[in-house]
Structure formats: structure tokens, C-alpha cells
């Protein structure tokens, strides 16, 4: 893990974010570099994932249950991750984060956005669903419910590392059908 402090673009002040980087060589899918900048003064803070090689647009999809809560994923700052089975689906923009962890750590990742949308609720349906939501994902992780994991990147940089992972090439369609993450600007 290599280390440097760098100025704040955020509170501007010189030398408060640190800068953390670190190299790692996953089987099968190549290296990756995970960088995650904090600012010490004014808690900016900031993760992603830079994939070292060129790669071809990619679907992951996983059964997810209890016994695949450990399984490692890799999901870069162009991907959209998405649980069909419970109705979310995270897609990339301006502020989204690249990040190397595992099904439990993204079902957390989903539990408190799903949290931060109960606590804002009003209306009594939305809240009802956002609690049947954090009610399936308590059952995936105790093992009582099945759900399916996807990832789909047009820039291939993300992973589902199980061998019961299915691994599809994304058609021009779906290209054009996900989100970048980019601005696009219509000409
Ligand atoms: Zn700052």
C-alpha cells in the first residue's frame, strides 16, 4: 500500500488528503489499483477502482445466498449493479464509487441506501416496501431466500469472483442501454 498527501479540491487546504493506492493481481481478471482519497480536515472522501487492462464489455450474474456472502466483488465506477429480485438497482453517475469487496459488503451497501430512503419516506406504501426490502436481504444473509447478484459494465472492469458465476459479453444493445457514468452530450 503506498501512501502520499496531496491538497484538498474540496476544503483547499495543502496537504490534507491522503492518498492511499494499492496494486492487487486477481486471478483470471488481471491487476487492479484501488484508490481511496480522505481529506483529514473536512472528511472528503473518495474510492475507486483503476483497471490496469483493456477489457470487453461484461454481464455478471450470481445466485446469492447465505453461502456466497463472502465471494469478492470488484465494481468499478462505470458499473450497474443490480438485484432484480428486490428491486434495486444502482447505476452509475458523477457520484458513484468503485470498490473491491464482497456480496455481504455490497447487501450492506444496498441496506443503507435502503435505510436513508426509509428515513426520508413519507407516504405509508414506500415505507412498507422499503421494510419488506430490508426484510429479504436479512433472509438472504441468514439463508432463508435466494436472490440474484448482476453486474453489468461496459468497460469489462468488474468482477463476481465465484466459478458458479455466469459470465456473458454484453451486445451493442445493452451498451447502449447502460449508463456510463460519463456525461453524455448529444451533439
Ligand atoms: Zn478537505
Request: charged fraction near 40%; proline fraction near 6%.
Given at each position: 500500500m503506498d501512501k502520499m498527501m496531496a491538497d484538498c479540491?474540496?476544503?483547499?487546504?495543502?496537504?490534507?488528503l491522503e492518498v492511499k493506492t494499492k496494486t492487487e493481481e486477481i486471478p483470471y481478471f488481471g491487476e487492479i489499483m484501488e484508490s481511496t482519497i480522505k481529506c483529514v480536515e473536512c472528511g472528503f472522501k473518495h474510492s475507486d477502482i483503476i483497471c490496469l487492462e483493456v477489457k470487453e464489455p461484461v454481464r455478471y450474474v450470481l445466485k446469492i445466498n447465505k453461502n456466497k456472502l463472502k465471494v469478492r466483488v470488484v465494481k468499478s465506477q462505470s458499473a450497474t449493479i443490480n438485484i432484480p429480485e428486490l428491486g434495486l438497482k444502482v447505476e452509475p453517475g458523477p457520484q458513484s464509487q468503485g470498490y473491491v469487496s464482497n456480496v455481504e459488503g455490497v447487501l450492506e451497501r444496498f441496506e443503507k441506501a435502503v435505510k436513508t430512503a426509509l428515513s426520508w419516506a413519507e407516504e405509508e406504501e414506500s415505507k412498507k416496501n422499503a421494510e419488506k426490502i430490508l426484510e429479504d436481504m436479512e433472509k438472504v444473509k441468514n439463508g432463508n431466500k435466494t436472490v440474484t447478484l448482476i453486474i453489468e459494465d461496459p468497460f469489462g472492469?468488474?468482477?463476481?469472483?465465484?466459478?458458479?458465476a455466469m459470465k456473458e459479453k454484453l451486445s451493442e444493445d445493452d451498451i447502449r442501454n447502460l449508463k456510463t457514468g460519463f456525461i453524455n452530450i448529444d451533439q
Open positions: 479540491p474540496v476544503c483547499k487546504i495543502r496537504g490534507s472492469h468488474s468482477l463476481i469472483e465465484d466459478e458458479k
